[in-house]
């Protein structure tokens, strides 16, 4: 089975789950990179946030948010 986070406006695979994590991780990444005052506020390392912004659509990664 292949997961999918984004569909297609007529309902088709778009974009896979790994796919959409990497993307939303490297954007994370990036505008956290451009806020330090941010990150030593918080003591969090861009690619910290990254990682943890890529993780947010795990939960589509299971056969039953498939089927919904």
Not at 6 to 12: A, E, F, H, N, V
Not at 58 to 67: A, E, I, P, V
Request: glycine share 8%; charged share 15%; proline share 4%.
């Amino acid at each position: 089975m292949d997961f999918w986070a984004k569909t297609t406006d007529d309902g088709k695979p778009g974009i896979s789950v790994i796919e959409h994590m990497v993307n939303v991780g490297c954007v994370a990444q990036c505008i956290a990179a451009s806020t330090p005052e941010l990150l030593k506020r918080f003591s969090l390392l861009a690619p910290i946030v990254g990682a943890l912004a890529a993780l947010h659509d795990l939960g589509k990664y299971q056969s039953t948010f498939q089927l919904t």
